[in-house]
């Protein structure tokens, strides 16, 4: 079902570092200070996809962007810091990347960091709606499964709503199945495929084994395994920091990837496939990831959940009510807002 991955996402990431395809996109990372901020910054500027590079936070980013300049590639870095500089920082955007929020703590779910990561999601995209309303809208703040939720309700409010151009980035999970099966089959893992649907969160992530290029089989018991491997992995990183973060690097890394094939998508190159979680109605979820054709604006067509295994269908039945209730909460948030 998806397009070989020499033509897909992990080669963005590798033209999007490596080769000449250039275009003059405007990309801002709101949190750019911050663990996840700074390599993501890094790699994008890294990237002659990448002509200006906005990067905003409530402290530090005059060094960062800096620091950042010095770099022999052709993105022009500035930084931009405090709300007041944030209708500036997001002018003329085409991309707008948000790592911004805290990170999880150990015992910590994702769902805790809701209160302080909902309010920062919020007061970021309400500027997006204002300054950037067209831009493509990659949320990384987790939870996910609601500030995407939080992200499309304020664009509404804004009266500027378009699905098809926000995207909540749960590249990492891909990113993470590609790494684990490539590791179990003795394979390279920049030609593994493994679609991940659902949420962003536990049992709503839903590895497509089935699915993955090329084809792979496991017994039962070592597929269940697998699949609770790459949906606990982000706690497997924030224990192994033992209180300093969590996935910072890996996230970086997933989420340059996505704004890559974002790019990629958008100065015309077809056949960009990548998985996110979006406003959809390909399962009785208001909002839920699948594979997506990227397109000139955004999201061209929606590929949905395909063929999948019984083992499958099962995580999908079990991850519904998490998942809505991780919206809904999501879209009551924005309703209580004065």
Excluded at 132 to 148: D, K, L, Q, R
């Amino acid at each position: 079902m998806l397009l070989s991955r020499l033509s897909g996402p992990a080669a963005a990431l590798r033209r999007g570092i490596a080769t000449s395809a250039q275009s003059n996109a405007k990309v801002a990372v709101l949190g750019a200070s911050g663990g996840i901020g700074q390599p993501l910054s890094l790699l994008l500027k890294n990237s002659p996809l990448v002509s200006h590079l906005s990067l905003y936070d409530i402290a530090h980013t005059p060094g960062v962007a800096a620091d950042l300049s010095h770099i022999e590639t052709r993105a022009n870095v500035k930084g931009f810091i405090g709300s007041e500089q944030l209708p500036d920082c997001l002018k003329g955007c085409e991309v707008v990347v948000i790592p911004a929020g805290v990170p999880r703590k150990p015992g910590m779910t994702r769902d805790d960091l809701f209160n302080t990561n909902a309010t920062i999601v919020a007061n970021l995209t309400s500027a997006c709606a204002k300054h950037c309303p067209e831009a493509m809208i990659c949320i990384i703040a987790n939870p996910v499964n609601s500030t995407i939720p939080i992200t499309s309700e304020l664009f509404k409010k804004h009266g500027v709503y378009n699905p098809n151009r926000i995207f909540g980035v749960t590249t990492l999970d891909i990113v993470r199945a590609n790494t684990f099966v490539a590791e179990l089959k003795g394979l390279d893992p920049a030609r593994v495929n493994v679609p991940v649907i659902g949420g962003h969160a536990g049992k709503t992530i839903i590895p497509l084994i089935s699915q993955c290029t090329p084809k792979v089989e496991f017994p039962q018991d070592q597929l269940e395994t697998l699949t609770g491997r790459i949906q606990e992995a982000g706690t497997e990183v924030v224990k192994a920091k033992a209180g300093a973060g969590s996935a910072t690097l890996s996230m970086a890394y997933a989420g340059a990837r996505f704004v890559f094939s974002v790019l990629d998508a958008m100065n015309g190159k077809e056949g960009v496939i990548e998985c996110s979680f979006v406003r959809s109605e390909e399962t009785e979820c208001p909002y839920f990831s699948t594979p997506l054709l990227l397109g000139k604006n955004g999201i061209e067509k929606n590929l949905g959940i395909g063929k999948i295994s019984p083992y499958e269908e099962k995580m999908i039945a079990e991850a519904m009510t998490e998942l809505k209730a991780s919206i809904k909460k999501g879209e009551e948030f924005v309703k209580s807002m004065k």
